[in-house]
Nanobody, 118 residues
Framework: VQLQASGGGLVQAGGSLRLSCAAS????????MGWIRQAPGKEREHVAT????????WYADSVKGRFTISKDTRKNMVLLQMNGLTSEDTAVYYC????????????WGQGTQVTVSS
């Protein structure tokens, strides 16, 4: 199983980035896909979740209204559109997959760095 995250980079405050997660190696129909971030010196933060099969979405309060998670199951991709970025969004962003009903992520991508300059 492989989750390949990409799309990070350096952006000015107020700017936008779109992260992509390419998933392969198994069927994910019973999994929820998520984006998780970790900033230096801070605890890991769960940012957004979307089920591989299903239409609901969940967001952390810190990103509601600014980030949008989506999926393209034909391409086996999970996306995170990030708008209105602030320095508080600077972190390494990971995509993950966890079985429905489970708390812990079973599979992790390698992470992509997002740096927001103020």
């Amino acid at each position: 199983v492989q989750l390949q995250a990409s799309g990070g980079g350096l952006v000015q405050a107020g700017g936008s980035l779109r992260l992509s997660c390419a998933a392969s190696g198994r069927a994910f129909s019973l999994y929820n896909m998520g984006w998780i971030r970790q900033a230096p010196g801070k605890e890991r933060e769960h940012v957004a979740t979307i089920p591989w099969s299903g239409n609901w979405k969940w967001y952390a309060d810190s990103v509601k209204g600014r980030f949008t998670i989506s999926k393209d199951t034909r391409k086996n991709m999970v996306l995170l559109q990030m708008n209105g970025l602030t320095s508080e969004d600077t972190a390494v962003y990971y995509c993950g997959a966890k079985r429905r009903g489970e708390h812990e992520y079973e599979y992790w991508g390698q992470g992509t760095q997002v740096t927001v300059s103020s």
